[in-house]
């Protein structure tokens, strides 16, 4: 059986690599796709060469300079070989089921995508009028054409079509994301850590207001459009603040242990891979009150939710800071939840028996 992949309308294995993300798709997706499958083809929106694919993983590129936009339509026709050389086809978030969508109308092969987040609400934040058009018209075709569905998180799921939809979350090393012994120093500076792109739906600008006049270091590892923006908003309000634009997965444990608290102060999210990582790691976590985030955290026993405004945020970081005995039941409880049901070879090993036999329920 043969496997084709399509990705987010795009992108390349060179953008993941950029954003530190290429380890982990190898490790934990390509090396077990190269098991299970005879062959596995990844379309890439790029013109690119990538070393350490397994061996039975092609890159298939774009050679043809074209726009993601035009090469997600014509990627089916220009590459009319491969893709009719494949079985089944696995998509990489909403946007990039055009080429699934058409491969599946003209050479009736089937795909599976994973319906990650609420893709409306994030263009809405962005105020990307151009992707909420494309969603808009994309969306509706794209559940109706998939043979199944992998949901992030159970608000997603209730929205979907049940006989075709499961529901799949992000999952974790819970063998390489876990506890170090890191000895803490006398009059120790307690670290503040959050990681995410920065953009508006982050919400970074609230996590910075909230650290006004806390004694604490705020680490955050990302990079965005509005990066300046932060730095300035750091620096007027006398924030130590630490921006670290890219650190490779499979090195994050170590930037995890080194924090005392973590923060997800996002405006919305789909099923946040580094708040489990930060769980796994047996950090105190603080999240939001948003989908996906929500059902993640059960509120003081495994970490605190909280709203999505400055104060609330501060007030639940003192929260943390003032209770170290909160922060070890928390951060222990925590690790103990990634284990139980957010192991990514169970996930990864469960999508890849649902590939194999087309049947959602399986």
Not at 124 to 146: G, Q, W, Y
């Amino acid at each position: 059986m043969k496997l084709g992949i399509f990705l987010t309308a795009g992108d390349g294995l060179s953008t993941m690599e950029k954003s530190g993300q290429l380890t982990r798709f190898k490790k934990y997706y390509l090396s077990e796709y190269s098991e299970n499958f005879e062959e596995v083809y990844i379309f890439s929106y790029l013109n690119e060469k990538i070393s350490g694919l397994p061996k039975n993983v092609y890159l298939v590129q774009n050679k043809y300079g074209l726009h993601r936009y035009v090469y997600g339509i014509l990627l089916p026709f220009l590459n009319i070989r491969t893709v009719r050389n494949c079985n089944i086809f696995r998509v990489f978030h909403l946007s990039g089921t055009i080429p699934a969508i058409i491969t599946k109308i003209f050479f009736q092969k089937p795909f599976v995508f994973n319906y990650a987040f609420d893709y409306k609400k994030f263009a809405e934040i962005d105020n990307n009028s151009l992707a909420k058009l494309l969603l808009r018209a994309a969306c509706p075709l794209a559940i109706r054409f998939a043979d199944n569905i992998l949901a992030a998180n159970k608000n997603i799921l209730k929205n979907l079509p049940k006989n075709k939809t499961i529901y799949s979350p992000n999952g974790v090393d819970t063998k390489v994301f876990k506890p170090f012994l890191v000895k803490t120093k006398p009059n120790h500076r307690m670290n503040i850590l959050s990681v995410g792109r920065m953009e508006k739906q982050k919400n970074f600008a609230a996590l910075l207001k909230a650290m006004a006049d806390l004694p604490a270091k705020l680490t955050i590892v990302g990079n965005g459009s509005l990066k300046e923006e932060l730095v300035d908003l750091a620096k007027k309000e006398n924030i130590d603040l630490e921006i670290i634009d890219k650190v490779e997965n499979d090195k994050m444990p170590e930037m995890y242990n080194r924090a005392d608290i973590f923060v997800l102060p996002s405006l919305i999210e789909g099923h946040p891979k580094v708040l489990l990582e930060a769980m796994c790691c047996g950090l105190p976590v603080i999240g939001t009150k948003t989908e996906g985030t929500n059902e993640i955290i059960d509120d003081r026993v495994n970490g605190l939710l909280t709203g999505i405004d400055a104060a609330d945020i501060r007030s639940a970081i003192k929260i943390f800071m003032k209770n170290e005995k909160l922060r070890q039941s928390c951060g222990s409880k925590a690790r103990r939840t990634i284990i139980g049901d957010y192991d990514i070879k169970k996930l990864v090993n469960k999508e890849i028996k649902m590939l194999k036999s087309g049947n959602a329920d399986n």
